[in-house]
Nanobody, 126 residues
Framework: VQLQAFGGGLAQAGDSPRLSCASS????????MAWFRQAPGKEREFVAA????????SYLDSVKGRFTVSRDKSKNTLYLQMDSLKPEDAALYYC????????????????????WGQGTQVTVSS
């Protein structure tokens, strides 16, 4: 399984960039996929997750209402639409995929995800 994230770059506060994560091999209906991020000097944190089948989602409180996670099954691609971008959203964003079912309480845990992309940098100017 290979995950390739792209769509990052330099944005201004208030912008609405969209990150994409292409998945080789096609996730199965059991999989969950997620976005995590890591800012310099900080630990990696959960951002958003979605079940490949059914679309059940989960969000970090600070991005709820601003970010939207979605997937296109026909393209095996995960998206993160980031609206009302804030300087504190600046980080290296990773996409990740589970290898099986993930119970809802574990969707936010990095341990639930076995496959990770290389990350795409989002820089925000105020």
């Amino acid at each position: 399984v290979q995950l390739q994230a792209f769509g990052g770059g330099l944005a201004q506060a208030g912008d609405s960039p969209r990150l994409s994560c292409a998945s080789s091999g096609g996730p199965s209906s059991n999989n969950a996929m997620a976005w995590f991020r890591q800012a310099p000097g900080k630990e990696r944190e959960f951002v958003a997750a979605i079940r490949w089948n059914g679309g059940d989602t989960s969000y970090l409180d600070s991005v709820k209402g601003r970010f939207t996670v979605s997937r296109d099954k026909s393209k095996n691609t995960l998206y993160l639409q980031m609206d009302s971008l804030k300087p504190e959203d600046a980080a290296l964003y990773y996409c990740a995929r589970s290898r099986g079912h993930v119970i809802r309480s574990n969707l936010r845990s990095s341990l639930a995800y076995a496959d990770w992309g290389q990350g795409t940098q989002v820089t925000v100017s105020s």
